[in-house]
């Protein structure tokens, strides 16, 4: 079992900047397809970034295509997504996902992620 615990959430005004960070309990998360998804009250949870094991291959969702980038530190064992000019509509639980993929080194929306961390809050004032 991995176990993946988010942090760096908090309360910021519209055009602030985040950086949240996931931090994986194995030692071996360079085998890991890597994604970060939010989920805001009410609505579905939506996959917003996603990152190949290499770190090599990224994608984002439109909506934060430009502005967010996520990132992964192989010695540290952790996710990145660094948030900038956030947006109100952009308050919601931040959640981090892997999935263990030795086949490829691809990063893909389409990913079944296994493995999930608690969440951690982004609140983003007007």
């Known amino acids: 079992q991995v176990q993946l615990v988010e942090s760096g959430g908090g309360l910021v005004q519209a055009g602030d900047s985040l950086r949240l960070s996931c931090a994986a309990s194995?030692?071996?998360?360079?085998?890991?397809?890597m994604a970060w998804f939010r989920q805001a009250p009410g609505k579905e949870r939506d996959i917003i970034a996603v990152?190949?094991?290499?770190?090599?291959?990224?994608n984002y969702a439109g909506s934060v295509k430009g502005r967010f980038t996520i990132s992964r530190d192989k010695a540290k064992n952790t996710l990145y997504l660094q948030m900038n000019s956030l947006k109100p509509e952009e308050t919601a639980n931040y959640y981090c996902?892997?999935?263990?993929?030795?086949?490829?080194?691809?990063?893909?929306?389409?990913?079944?992620?296994?493995?999930w961390g608690q969440g951690t809050q982004v609140t983003v004032s007007s």
């Open positions: 996902a892997g999935r263990f993929n030795s086949t490829n080194n691809y990063a893909s929306f389409l990913s079944r992620y296994d493995y």
């Open positions: 194995t030692r071996t998360l360079s085998m890991y397809e």
């Open positions: 990152i190949s094991r290499s770190g090599d291959n990224r």
